[in-house]
Every structure is written in structure tokens, then in C-alpha cells.
């Protein structure tokens, strides 16, 4: 299956709730990245996460890596509805270049 | 506000049709990468150019698909002949493995 795998695949909750996103990896990594995008949209990049961070912040955005689980997670604080949208996990590993590996993306749905 | 951009948006064709879809990356972006998404498959990497020499083209289907930079303005994939299974949304990303910067893709419908 593909690296990047994340889960769930589809999220509902109510606006303020908190929304959580977790995505697996088989190979090591350079760093991981979490991608968002709109419907009808390209992606947009949100947070990168290096091999040796542990955890990081970018306002309501917390990522956490677990290298020894191969494993991330992206947790969305506050959610709003205008959070509604697929969160793709992107992976680069340490011997591809420049290329990212993209998972199947969990489509989240933030209710007002 | 630098972006990439895409064109056409949409195409619909017919099949056994040629298509050309046209990327301008970010100025001064060196890599370039085409992606094809679709329900099924989700997004797959077609092929990406480094200084507008090709890297890698494993996942596209050699015998109708072609990539081409004809200079660091602009990035072509092209199909043909087109099939329905080519039906998807195809984006350019330009950037590097730190961060991607996607265009809004073109949506193709081959009927």
C-alpha cells in the first residue's frame, strides 16, 4: 500500500470540537508534511515536521512525529467550518530527491 | 503573490483526441511536478523535472502521456491519444521536498 496512509479517511464534528488526523509511513524520512485542500482546489501546504522534532505548532495546528511508530498526527484545535476540507500527509524520504509521497488524505467535515 | 498557475482549468474532449495541459511554476522554483488525482487513486505523481531536465517519470504511462519544460517558464504534459480512464484533475506543483506549491489543477473529462 502507499506510504502516507492516513486515518481516518472521513471525519465529522461539530465546530469547537477538536479534529485529529493520523497518518503512517513505512520507510524513514527526511521530514513529513501535512497538506490541506479545499474542493476544486490545489493542495496548500500547512506544516512540516522534521526526522527530529517531536512535536510543533503553527497556531491551531499541533503535529506530533513518532519516528520509532512511523507515525504522525495533525490536530486541529477550536475547529471551524471553514476548516471543512482534505488533510493530505506527504512524506519525503531520504533517498528521493526532491519528490514527496502523498497518502489518501482524510476529508474532514467541520459542522456549524 | 507568487503562484502557479495552470491552464486550461477544464478541458472535455473526445477520446482517441490529443491533450495539452500547460503549467508556469513559481519564478525561480527549479523543481517541477505533476501530479494526477482522482477518487479512486487519490494523487499520484505523473513525473517532475529538476532545472527543466526530467527526474523521474515511473508513473506515467509512457506510450500516451509526455512531459516536457521547454524552458523554466513552462512545464506541458500532454496526452495522446486520450482515453476515458484519463479522465482526473491534473496539477503542477512547483517548490521542493521542504514545500510543494500546487497550481489549481485542470479537470479533464474525455468522453
Redesign the interface.
Do not use: E, I, K, Y
Given at each position: 500500500s502507499?506510504q502516507g496512509e492516513e486515518d481516518p479517511q472521513a471525519l465529522s464534528i461539530q465546530e469547537g470540537e477538536n479534529a485529529t488526523m493520523n497518518c503512517s509511513y513505512k520507510t524513514s524520512i527526511?521530514?513529513l508534511?501535512w497538506y490541506r485542500q479545499n474542493s476544486?482546489?490545489?493542495?496548500?501546504?500547512l506544516i512540516?515536521i522534521r526526522s527530529n522534532e517531536r512535536e510543533k505548532h503553527s497556531g491551531r495546528l499541533r503535529v506530533t512525529l513518532d519516528t520509532s511508530k512511523k507515525s504522525s498526527s495533525l490536530l486541529i484545535t477550536a475547529s471551524r467550518a471553514a476548516d471543512t476540507a482534505s488533510y493530505?500527509c506527504?512524506t519525503?524520504h531520504n533517498n528521493?530527491?526532491?519528490?514527496?509521497?502523498?497518502?489518501?488524505?482524510t476529508r474532514l467535515m467541520v459542522k456549524p | 503573490d507568487a503562484r502557479v498557475t495552470q491552464t486550461p482549468r477544464d478541458k472535455v474532449t473526445e477520446m482517441g483526441q490529443e491533450v495539452t495541459m500547460r503549467c508556469q511554476p513559481i519564478l525561480g522554483h527549479n523543481t517541477v511536478f505533476w501530479y494526477r488525482q482522482t477518487m479512486m487513486q487519490g494523487l499520484e505523481l505523473l513525473a517532475y523535472f529538476r532545472n527543466r531536465a526530467p527526474l523521474d517519470d515511473s508513473g506515467m504511462p509512457k506510450d500516451r502521456f509526455s512531459a516536457e519544460m521547454p524552458d523554466a517558464t513552462l512545464a506541458t504534459l500532454k496526452i495522446q491519444p486520450s482515453e476515458p480512464r484519463d479522465s482526473a484533475v491534473y496539477f503542477c506543483a512547483s517548490g521542493s521536498s521542504k514545500t510543494q506549491y500546487f497550481g489549481p489543477g485542470t479537470r479533464l473529462l474525455v468522453l
Open positions: 502507499q527526511n521530514n508534511q476544486g482546489r490545489g493542495l496548500v501546504h512540516l493530505f506527504a519525503d528521493a530527491g526532491n519528490m514527496l509521497t502523498f497518502g489518501g488524505g | -
